[in-house]
């Protein structure tokens, strides 16, 4: 999810894969949000019309409760990219967002650009450059043109300083893990 200034401005807010769901806001009972989403990576999804998943969260308030607890989990989620963004170096807001992406991906490999990784971070395409380049300096990653390759997942928890592993343990709690136990505790 990426939130937009009048300007042109852009940044990642909200990072959803296979465990969740866009459109959240209708959860909440509204039918609209200022947030657009982006499709990052390869995969499948599926798409429901408004009012069928109106008539499906009224039908069944197991379901509301189970999306409302999703939208719980994207706020921490949500409010962890403002902490990480406000305090933590570029090299560390890029590691918690390959850990995001890879949370979310089957393998370790996945297609991005630079230019992708600029908007979703909310930087200038040359940073991301010299951030992904201190990543590989690392041994954390391997980084060829359009593609990422991690190596160190570990290494990456470390580096993202705190900023990964809350959101991720809370959605656990309120929903069940995605991947294995281990993966969210590095």
């Given amino acids: 999810m990426v939130a937009r200034t009048s300007g042109g401005h852009e940044a990642e807010i909200g990072f959803i894969g296979f465990e969740g769901m866009a459109g959240y806001s209708l959860v909440m009972a509204d039918n609209r949000s200022p947030q657009a989403c982006f ?41 962890y990219t403002a902490l990480v963004n406000a305090r933590l170096k570029l090299a560390g807001r890029l590691a918690r967002w390959l850990l995001m992406c890879d949370d979310r991906v089957v393998g370790v490999r996945f297609s991005i650009t630079h230019e992708f ?22 041994a954390l990653i391997r980084s060829r043109r359009g593609e990422v390759v991690i190596l160190d997942r570990p290494g990456l928890i470390a580096l993202a300083r705190g900023g990964y592993g809350v959101p991720e343990a809370e959605y656990a709690r309120l929903l069940g893990a995605v991947g294995s136990e281990s993966e969210l505790t590095g």
């Fill in 39 to 79: 499709v990052q990576l390869e995969g499948e999804a599926m798409r429901i019309d408004a009012n069928s998943f109106d008539a499906a969260l009224t039908a069944s308030p197991t379901l509301r409760l189970f999306l409302l607890r999703f939208v719980n989990s994207l706020q921490i989620q949500t409010g």
């Fill in 117 to 138: 990784l600029a908007t979703m971070l909310g930087v200038r395409r040359p940073g991301v450059t010299i951030a992904l380049q201190e990543l590989e300096g690392l």
